[in-house]
């Protein structure tokens, strides 16, 4: 069979699983009942699933784990976190507690400016683009009124809008630069709506520039959209103790394990090979919690690893140093997040972890988020410099290799107490497995 065709968006779920079975699966049966065997039995909720996208066939499904005993600028938290890899939310908790008896988390927003470009061509006088710009500016925020007025009356809005010659890296290519405050949204739609008007009238009201020859009238408006580069939506999140109050057992003084965490940091701010896996493990806590608060991690991941090269090198997102004694860890990190819209009002789970966070704001989120990924990454380093990290990893990752070769709930329960003192591997796991089934 054909595996192209024609009108495949126009066909029901039904209808959609039914070809996609037919064409690409041997075994039809097996197919369908797993596609269908996770859609919801409450027909509305799964309704609204299946509006979220396009083409929707199925749920795909994510464990919702909560890591608890956060405590962030005096304030407990217990937070949601939506990932499928084993530990993550293992290592959270155990930073949490960590934390917890050291003073907790201190966290602050240093800015929230957010970032939008209207990208355009023009082959005439410069200093004629300029008085051009400054004379249309006001006219740019003025016909965008409609688009605003809801977002003003809470206190955001456009903020400013600079022209920028880019002509030294492409001949004729020029910016609008707007700079935003969304508030509680993460405000994508707003930002785009703004921009398109802005290029409208941007384009329009060049005709009209007395100034400008025909030639110069003629601005090409490439494309208009918003950044998720957004080095000025930041935020930082830190903890501080004595190097003695680190100590938790006796194999390591607090200021022996201090300096080892202090040159595992200095490592990732040096090597890239080291700060890539250094940094996707902080995204391992962000992204989860990211995903639990129905925001987009793709532009989160995007933006936060463009800023980790912004000075011409990727680099670690966290910092650690030693003064007089004290231990400071800490984290600045871009974070452009949303508490309303998008799914933050639709999804239920999500619904259920943002009240499970106290209904926060935008930046207390930014705050919440933050510490996820220090507190992350804190928990990787602490096993990298004393244990390792696979001791930790591969008990947590035995119930998976377990569930792959279907064991049963005995075997689970004596193999589970047979790695607590063994060295957990696949080939280990694989082979105590078949002695006990023998």
């Known amino acids: 069979m054909s595996k192209t065709i024609a009108g495949f968006s126009k066909l029901n779920k039904s209808e959609k699983i039914d070809w996609i079975v037919n064409t690409y699966f041997s075994n039809k049966d097996i197919a369908k009942s797993i596609l269908k065997q996770y859609w919801n039995t409450n027909e509305k909720l799964q309704q609204l699933h299946d509006e979220f996208i396009e083409n929707t066939i199925t749920n795909y499904y994510l464990?919702?784990?909560?890591?608890?005993?956060?405590?962030?600028?005096?304030?407990?938290?217990?937070?949601?976190?939506?990932?499928?890899?084993?530990?993550?939310?293992?290592?959270?908790?155990?930073?949490?507690k960590f934390w917890l008896e050291r003073g907790g988390f201190k966290t602050s927003v240093i800015s929230t400016t957010k970032i939008g470009q209207v990208h355009f061509m023009y082959n005439g006088d410069f200093d004629k683009l300029v008085q051009?710009?400054?004379?249309?500016?006001?006219?740019?925020?003025?016909?965008?009124?409609?688009?605003t007025a809801n977002m003003r009356k809470r206190g955001g809005g456009i903020l400013d809008i600079e022209l920028r010659d880019k002509t030294e890296d492409i001949s004729g290519y020029y910016q609008l630069h707007a700079s935003f405050e969304t508030l509680d949204a993460m405000g994508a739609n707003f930002i785009n709506s703004c921009l398109e008007?802005?290029?409208?009238?941007?384009?329009?009201?060049?005709?009209?520039?007395?100034?400008?020859?025909?030639?110069?009238?003629?601005?090409?408006?490439?494309m208009s959209i918003l950044s998720n580069y957004v080095p000025d939506c930041l935020v930082r999140a830190e903890v501080n103790c004595h190097v003695d109050d680190l100590v938790e057992n006796n194999t390591i003084s607090g200021k022996a394990f201090a300096e080892k965490f202090v040159q595992a940091v200095t490592i990732a701010e040096k090597e890239p090979y080291r700060a890539v896996t250094h940094n996707k493990g902080i995204m391992n806590g962000i992204d989860a919690v990211i995903l639990a608060t129905g925001n987009d991690f793709r532009a989160i991941e995007a933006g936060v690893h463009a800023y980790a090269a912004r000075n011409g090198q990727y680099s670690s997102l966290t910092h650690a140093k030693i003064e007089n004694d004290i231990f400071?860890?800490?984290?600045?990190?871009?974070?452009?997040?949303?508490?309303?819209?998008g799914l933050t009002g639709l999804h239920p789970l999500v619904k259920l972890s943002l009240e499970l966070l106290g209904k926060p704001s935008a930046k207390e989120l930014m705050q919440?988020?933050?510490?996820?990924?220090?507190?992350?990454?804190?928990?990787?380093?602490?096993?990298l410099t004393t244990t390792g990290i696979q001791q930790g990893h591969m008990k947590m990752h035995l119930m998976n290799i377990l569930n792959q070769f279907?064991?049963?709930?005995?075997?689970?329960?004596?193999?589970?107490?047979?790695?607590?003192?063994?060295?957990?591997?696949?080939?280990?796991?694989?082979?105590?497995?078949?002695k006990l089934r023998s």
Do not use: Y
């Open 328 to 341: 400071s860890f800490w984290i600045e990190i871009p974070l452009a997040l949303g508490t309303v819209g």
């Open 132 to 147: 051009f710009f400054n004379s249309v500016k006001p006219k740019l925020i003025e016909d965008t009124n409609t688009i």
């Open 368 to 383: 919440i988020v933050a510490v996820a990924g220090l507190a992350q990454n804190f928990a990787a380093l602490r096993s």
């Open 406 to 434: 279907e064991a049963s709930d005995i075997e689970k329960i004596t193999l589970t107490e047979h790695f607590k003192n063994n060295t957990v591997s696949h080939s280990a796991v694989v082979e105590a497995l078949h």
């Open 63 to 96: 464990p919702l784990g909560v890591a608890p005993n956060f405590l962030i600028n005096d304030k407990l938290h217990t937070i949601p976190m939506a990932i499928e890899e084993s530990s993550v939310v293992a290592a959270a908790s155990k930073a949490a």
């Open 197 to 222: 008007q802005f290029a409208k009238t941007f384009k329009t009201e060049a005709f009209n520039f007395e100034l400008f020859s025909d030639e110069e009238k003629q601005i090409d408006i490439v």
